[in-house]
Nanobody
């Protein structure tokens, strides 16, 4: 099982970024995939998750309405569209799988850094 997050960078408050997660080595269409964030000095937190069905998504209140998760099983990709970014969205973003949206994941990829700053 391999996961690799990409698409991070520096963006101004109010801006947008789209993160991508490339998955390989397993039948990703059978598993939920999540995005987690670790802000500086804080623990890693789950900020989005998508089930095996595209309609089954979850986001915490902190990002709901701003972040949109989607998956393309044919391309073995999961995306996180992040809009209206805030300074507090700064952190390293990881994609993960091998679990379920209501709990922990067993496999994590290397993260991608998102910095929201003016």
């Amino acid at each position: 099982v391999q996961l690799q997050a990409s698409g991070g960078g520096l963006v101004q408050p109010g801006g947008s970024l789209r993160l991508s997660c490339t998955l390989s080595g397993f039948a990703m269409e059978l598993y939920p995939v999540g995005w987690l964030r670790q802000a500086p000095g804080k623990e890693r937190e789950k900020i989005s998750c998508i089930g095996v069905n595209d309609e089954d998504t979850w986001n915490p209140d902190s990002v709901r309405g701003r972040f949109i998760i989607s998956r393309d099983n044919a391309k073995s990709m999961v995306y996180l569209q992040m809009n209206s970014l805030k300074v507090e969205d700064t952190g390293v973003y990881y994609c993960a799988t091998g679990g379920d949206c209501g709990g922990d994941f067993g496999h994590y990829g290397q993260g991608t850094l998102v910095t929201v700053s003016s």
